[in-house]
């Protein structure tokens, strides 16, 4: 259990082997479940674990409660959570930063990925405090500013919302069904026309591909010449609302869509925030 100014709420931390006595700091990736999930409900269904075995990262799972949502959904929706220095964010920046002093962490190597409600916030989150959080991956979510209240949320999820523009560059991968019913899947191309915006000059790539045996994808990615990707965009033909090559073990998951957590774990680990960076004025 975390508390804080903010609140409280409870995670799962998972540490890996690699975490022992003596070893390098490890990076971390904090992972916000979508609605009606649970944090150990999200594990499962994501698969993070086993790559946080196999990279070699630590992973916190924060539980959202019904006492704060009656469907355990992040408050991504209402003013009161969409700032630095107030509500969920701070909430989740402060357990955050508890994690980062209480383990063996790089500070330079801390991540943020969410499911449809966890993506949104997410994204709030990692905008809000782009000291702490080198990346961000969006997953059925939608824009920073989407909505203020219950009716522009309703609105936004029906038919997508362009969102706020983000003025801090913050590399961001996204993932969604063209055939999601829940979330449109235009909120994802406003994620990444709102993610790409803040770069001075990026190259775009589109590719198509074919999970085998399984899903079509198209993935747009914007870099600089040939280096690493500063914004990807993955749209996974025919997949609704659920975590793409997720495991049937897991609520809302699609084992037959490109591997989600495998990609999104790929394009974290080249992203770093400088010492510059992390030195912004706390709140």
């Known amino acids: 259990m975390h508390k804080s100014d903010f609140g409280a709420r409870s995670y799962k931390l998972y540490v890996p082997g690699a975490a022992k006595a003596g070893s390098d700091p490890l990076p971390l990736i904090v992972m916000l479940h979508g609605c009606g999930q649970s944090s150990q409900d999200f594990a499962r269904g ?6 946080a075995e196999e990279f070699g990262f630590l992973v916190c799972y924060p539980e959202q409660t ?16 969409q700032a630095r220095g107030a509500g969920e964010p701070a909430l989740l920046a402060s357990m955050t930063r508890q994690i980062m002093a209480e383990q063996n962490v790089d500070p330079a190597k801390v991540y943020v990925a969410g499911l449809s409600a966890g993506a949104s916030a997410a994204l709030i989150l990692a905008s809000a405090y782009p000291d702490i959080f080198a990346a961000v991956g969006v997953h059925s979510g939608l824009p920073v500013g989407a ?39 235009r909120n994802g191309r406003f994620v990444s026309i709102r993610a790409v915006e803040p770069y001075d000059s990026l190259d775009r790539t589109v590719r198509a591909g074919r999970v085998a045996g399984g899903r079509e994808y198209e993935r747009t990615v914007h870099r600089v010449g040939r280096g ?26 699609d084992p037959t869509g490109p591997d989600a957590s495998r990609e999104m774990t790929r394009f974290f680990l080249r992203h770093r925030t400088t010492k510059k960076r992390r030195a912004l004025a706390p709140e």
């Open 46 to 51: 994501t698969g993070m674990n086993a790559l």
């Open 228 to 253: 690493r990707s500063y914004t990807e965009h993955w749209l996974v033909r025919g997949s609704g609302h659920a975590w793409s090559g997720g495991h049937a073990a897991g609520s809302y998951t």
């Open 147 to 185: 909505a203020h209240d219950g009716a522009s949320m309703a609105r936004a999820m029906q038919a997508g919302a362009v969102g706020q523009r983000l003025t801090t560059p913050m590399p961001t991968i996204i993932f969604h069904g063209d055939a999601d019913k829940v979330v449109n899947p």
């Open 66 to 81: 019904r006492k704060a949502q009656p469907n355990r959904c992040w408050n991504w929706f209402r003013r009161a959570d």
